[in-house]
């Protein structure tokens, strides 16, 4: 299993590094990540979890 570093993840969410970070902890919704020390990382498949989650709540609730 192969870890992603910000970078990789905010190109995968097509969304800038500050975005992952201010959606780490303080805005929702809460991108999934691990903390290893002082380093954060994400798993692939964490993400395309989560995005498939957030499509649902979208088709779900109607909001864009």
């Given at each position: 299993m192969e870890l992603?570093?910000?970078k990789?993840?905010?190109?995968?969410?097509?969304?800038s590094e500050?975005?992952?970070y201010s959606h780490l902890r303080v805005?929702?919704?809460?991108?999934?990540?691990?903390r290893l020390g002082g380093n954060i990382r994400f798993r692939e498949a964490d993400l395309d979890t989560?995005?498939?989650?957030?499509?649902?709540?979208?088709?779900?609730?109607?909001a864009a």
């Open positions: 992603m570093t910000i990789e993840a905010a190109k995968k969410l097509g969304v500050n975005w992952v805005r929702k919704p809460l991108v999934p990540h691990v989560w995005i498939e989650e957030q499509v649902q709540n979208v088709v779900r609730t109607g």
